[in-house]
């Protein structure tokens, strides 16, 4: 079965740095596209950012620039580099990615089990 799994999250002072993985594995035939989301207790899930195949990358509101997405397409590895963070960035972070399985030809849609992520001083 196709997995998501997260990493990276942790417990950072703010102005600090966060590298976030995300590797998609299992029986997979190609990766459409892989995205970073995020949510905070009682708010919903925003985007933080995405990218596409073809390298092309989409960044929520006010995200582009403190976050920066890289695919690394060799380790089915996505990361999400999170600079200058503030408590306001504390959140449970969540890899999502579209990926069509060896098996069919349908996109299904993956979310990891998401990584938290504490801006405290």
């Known amino acids: 079965q196709v997995q998501l799994v997260e ?12 590298r976030l ?7 997979i035939f190609s990766i459409y596209t892989v995205g970073w989301y995020r949510q905070s207790p009682g708010k919903q899930r925003t985007l933080v ?8 990358t ?6 582009q620039d403190r976050f920066s997405i890289y695919r690394d397409n060799a380790k089915n590895t996505t990361y999400l580099h999170a600079n200058n963070l503030t408590p306001d ?10 990926v069509r399985a060896i098996s ?8 990891g089990q998401g990584t938290q992520v504490t801006v405290s001083s």
């Open 7 to 18: 990493s990276g999250g942790g417990l950072v002072q703010p102005g600090g740095f966060l």
């Open 21 to 27: 993985s995300c590797e998609v594995s299992g029986s």
């Open 49 to 56: 950012a995405a990218v596409a195949a073809s390298g092309d």
């Open 58 to 63: 989409r960044y929520g509101d006010s995200m």
């Open 89 to 98: 960035d504390s959140a449970v972070y969540y890899c999502n990615a579209v």
């Open 104 to 111: 069919g030809t349908a996109h299904t849609m993956y979310w």
